[in-house]
Structure formats: structure tokens, C-alpha cells
């Protein structure tokens, strides 16, 4: 592992302690992480569109209906603070966390944080090269996790790829002591099933438990076989994080055969993906409560025993939901908000001929009461706005803004940027405010926008693909109540409970 970019200790090399073997230091000329081939989330790269798509992108740029390549446009409640670009982490950047006056930014490469007591003028505290996408992370008292799911040589920072089909490849969770911002440490690595596309953490006194997201994209992998029908559950000791180890794989979608159970996907349900595990768990520690999103189905379950997750109510949506992504809880947890990834975040699907109800979100009532409890449809929301058919654009990461009685959540859409919307009847979301930027390119469909948006302490974070770290600020009566909320911590898949 290498420290990048350090204000008061450039380039130093920091130790490691770690129980797994081959945990070294990293060298700066370490291999870039690349994705898992998987319908989930992919990294920044070019696609070609036709001649027609790049004639139609710049004829709605010449008539004012989408902005020009690159131009920042904004609803007038929301003010863009300011920008930070990408420095020594040239990979595609993930997502976010926060603690106190500290913001934690997942890249393909590593992890960067920023001092963020000004938020308009954040400051690079440390840069950590440790490549292995996603980096998916989160935070809890000294601790910092990272998720690895690609086929890495070993556990270290300074690992190559290598083939999915090699054997010896390492996948899992990595551990951080962030005791010390500027010089954080490496000190466990957990190998899971099928590795970490996401995870969400279950923080209580003495231990922190990992719910580990993965799914199996081909029985060709040989580290990841089916049926992969559950999730990997790690405990790590806050005492001893060098002890972190697998306690678990619950499974959730019990079934007979080779496959297991959940959705059979195509050609049963054309154009729903197969559910080979989860994509990503959003946990409602207040409520025991957490919601799945898992590739073909919607899950709700109880988390009373952190260790044995159990499945409450499970949905399916065969007729506009491709990919089920990631979940919200409203702040009642009488709602959940799921999201609909349609091309895996490569494509282009704001756009009319995909229309307002696909690659959009599903917000689901939670009716009745403990382990009776279920999911019911209401309705989609989808930003109103068209992109360009060069930028990938479809629902992602979001977060509750926390006003009282209100359901308002802000919520990344790649080159749709972000938007602000609410869901306080969930018979008719709407649209409260927005943030995007034009198109990267207007002669290629290149991969880019908003990955995660979050609100934290009266102010929207959004990580962008390729542009960085922004910084905005809403001004408006329905969310204003929001600024007064003060968090200490905030990983956005493990909800808080905003008025406790």
C-alpha cells in the first residue's frame, strides 16, 4: 500500500499488520483495478453509438434541450460550491462515507480522504493506491472497509489482475485503521465467496459485522460457482480488526438444483437478470430492519440476530425492472425506495424511447407488522429530464435528505447528475431540484456522471465518475429543516435514525 500524495508525508511507505500472508507494501506502479464483467456497475471506458445518435445528441446541445458538452446546469435552489478533481487516483471513482469533518471517496485505485470542515474548500488529508474495484466503502469508529471484486494475484495493496478463470485469484474485504487520517494502515483481509461488489455494515459495541454483496456472473468462474443464493456475513472485533473472519453464509433465496432459488431471469422472464446474489443492503439497525436489492428480486428482512439475516417478504418486477441495485428506507421504514440499474450504468436509457418507467426507481409500502410484513408497489420515479443517447444515464446511489414528516432523498443518475426528489405520497414522486453536467463527449457514449450523491450535514456530496468530488448546496423550504441534523457518521447503507 502506498500513501499518495500526503500533505505532510508524501510518498511515505506505511507499515502493514495483517494476519493474511502477503500483505506488503504497494508499489506506485501497481496495475489498475478492473471490473468484474457483470451486469453491475462498470468503469469509465468508450462505447461507439451511430452516426444518427451523435447527429440527435448535438441537435438537442444546438436547441438548448440538453446542456453543451460538459456545461454545468442547475436548478436555481441548488448553488455548486465547488469541484475537486481527481489527483494521484486516476481510476474510476465509487462511493462515499463520512465521519465528523472527514469525507471518504472510494476509487478503482484506492481511497482518498477529504477534510471537509469548509465544504467549500475541501482538503486532500491522504491518498491510499490499494487497486481492486469497486473499492466500495464505508466507515465505523477507527475502522475503514474496502470491498474488492475483481480477480486480484493476492490480498495486497500492490496485487495485479489476472484472469476470472484463474484459480489462485483473491476476492473479498479489506480493513483499514484510520486512527490516523493522514496515514491510515492496512490490517486484515478477508476472502469471500464470489468477492465483494458491495457491502453494508451492522456497527454495534464491541464488533462490526459486514453484510457482503456478491453475485455469480458465470459458472466458467471457478471461485464462483452456483448456486450463489446468499451473502457472506464477516464480524470484525474492534479491539482485534486482525481477527476478522467469515461467521456466515446465510442463505436467502433457498431452492432445489444447481441454480438455487430466486429469479429465474431469462428466457423465463426476458430482459430480468437471474439472481445469482445480492448487488447491494441497505440495513435499518433502529427497526432490525434491511432491504435487498438482488439482481432479479426485492428482498425485506430482519437483522434482530446480526448474524443470521432473515428473509421477510421478496418481489419481483418481470415487466420494468432489469437489475435491482440498491435500497432506501424512508425514515418511518414504512417505504422502501428501490433502484433499477438497466444496463448495468453503461447505457444510455434517459431518453424517450426507454420512457419514465424503466431504469428507474420502484418505491414499495412496507405494510403490516414484524415478520408479516410486505412489500407493495405504488409507483416510479425517473428524472424528467432527456439525456443525450452519449450519456450513460440511469438510477443510482442516493440518500434521505432528514426533514421530519417529509420523504425527500437526493439520488445520483450517472450523466443525468443529481437529483432531489420526493416521495412523501408514494403515489407521486416529484422532482424538488437538480445538478448535472452536458455530455463528456458528443461523438462517443463515454462513461462518466455522478456515482453516489449524498446529503451529510446540510450539504450534497456527489463522487463523480470522472470529473471528482462536488460540492452543492440546496436552498428550499422542504429541505432546508434538513441542515439542522448533525451526524457524526454516516455510511449511507446503514441508515441512521435521523431523530432519535
Excluded at 462505447?47 to 440538453?66: F, P, T, W
Amino acid at each position: 500500500m502506498t500513501l499518495l500524495n500526503n500533505p505532510r508525508t508524501r510518498r511515505r511507505r506505511l507499515g502493514v499488520a495483517a494476519t493474511a500472508a502477503g500483505l506488503l507494501a504497494a508499489l506506485l506502479t501497481a496495475a489498475p483495478a478492473v471490473a468484474t464483467p457483470d451486469p453491475g456497475d462498470a468503469p469509465v471506458q468508450e462505447k461507439s453509438v451511430s452516426k444518427s445518435d451523435v447527429a440527435e445528441a448535438r441537435a438537442a446541445i444546438e436547441a438548448g434541450e440538453i446542456p453543451a458538452q460538459d456545461e454545468v446546469v442547475h436548478s436555481s435552489n441548488i448553488t455548486h460550491l465547488t469541484n475537486i478533481p481527481k489527483d494521484a487516483l486516476a481510476g474510476t471513482n465509487s462511493d462515499l462515507a463520512f465521519q465528523g469533518k472527514y469525507a471518504f471517496a472510494g476509487n478503482y485505485d484506492g481511497f482518498r480522504i477529504f477534510d471537509i470542515s469548509n465544504p467549500k474548500a475541501p482538503k486532500t488529508v491522504s491518498q491510499v493506491l490499494c487497486p481492486g474495484s469497486q473499492n466500495d466503502i464505508s466507515v465505523s469508529g477507527d475502522l475503514l472497509f474496502l470491498s474488492t471484486d475483481s480477480s486480484r494475484s493476492d490480498d495486497s495493496c500492490n496485487s495485479t489482475t489476472q484472469p476470472a478463470t484463474e484459480k489462485s485469484s483473491w476476492e473479498g474485504m479489506k480493513v483499514f485503521d484510520i486512527s490516523d487520517k493522514r496515514n491510515p494502515k492496512y490490517v486484515a483481509a478477508v476472502e469471500t465467496a464470489c468477492g465483494s461488489h458491495t457491502h453494508s455494515i451492522v456497527p454495534e459495541r464491541k464488533n462490526v459485522y459486514i453484510y457482503v454483496s456478491s453475485y455469480s456472473p458465470s459458472a466458467s468462474f471457478p471461485d464462483c460457482q452456483p448456486p450463489h443464493d446468499g451473502i457472506s456475513v464477516i464480524k470484525v472485533p474492534r479491539k482485534a480488526p486482525e481477527k476478522a473472519a467469515v461467521v456466515g453464509f446465510p442463505v436467502l433465496f433457498p431452492g432445489e438444483g444447481v441454480d438455487g432459488g430466486g429469479n429465474p431471469g431469462a428466457p423465463t422472464n426476458p430482459g430480468v437478470s437471474k439472481t445469482t446474489g445480492c448487488h447491494d443492503i441497505t440495513v435499518l439497525p433502529s427497526k432490525d430492519l434491511a432491504a435487498g436489492a438482488c439482481m432479479g428480486d426485492g428482498i425485506l428482512f430482519s437483522i434482530k440476530d446480526p448474524e443470521r439475516p432473515k428473509v421477510i417478504d421478496r418481489v419481483q418486477d418481470n415487466v420494468n425492472f432489469a437489475f435491482w441495485h440498491s435500497a432506501t428506507f424512508n425514515q418511518k421504514a414504512n417505504k422502501v425506495v428501490f433502484t433499477d440499474e438497466l444496463g448495468g450504468g453503461s447505457a444510455a436509457t434517459c431518453n424517450a424511447a426507454i420512457g419514465p418507467d424503466r431504469g428507474a426507481n420502484g418505491i414499495y409500502d412496507i405494510v403490516g407488522k414484524g415478520d408479516k410484513q410486505k412489500l407493495v408497489f405504488r409507483s416510479y420515479y425517473k428524472i424528467p429530464r432527456h439525456q443525450a443517447d452519449t450519456e450513460n444515464c440511469v438510477a443510482h446511489n442516493g440518500s434521505l435528505i432528514p426533514v421530519k414528516g417529509k420523504d425527500i432523498m437526493v439520488q445520483a443518475w450517472y450523466q443525468g447528475g443529481v437529483s432531489v426528489w420526493e416521495f412523501t405520497d408514494s403515489d407521486k414522486p416529484k422532482e424538488i431540484a437538480y445538478f448535472e453536467r452536458g455530455p463528456l463527449s458528443t461523438g462517443a457514449l463515454t462513461l462518466g456522471g455522478s456515482w453516489s450523491a449524498y446529503y451529510y450535514n446540510g450539504y450534497i456530496y456527489s463522487n463523480d465518475i470522472a470529473k471528482g468530488l462536488d460540492v452543492l448546496k440546496i436552498s428550499d423550504r422542504r429541505t432546508d429543516p434538513g441542515s439542522r441534523i448533525r451526524l457524526d457518521e454516516l455510511n449511507v447503507q446503514t441508515q441512521p435514525d435521523y431523530f432519535d
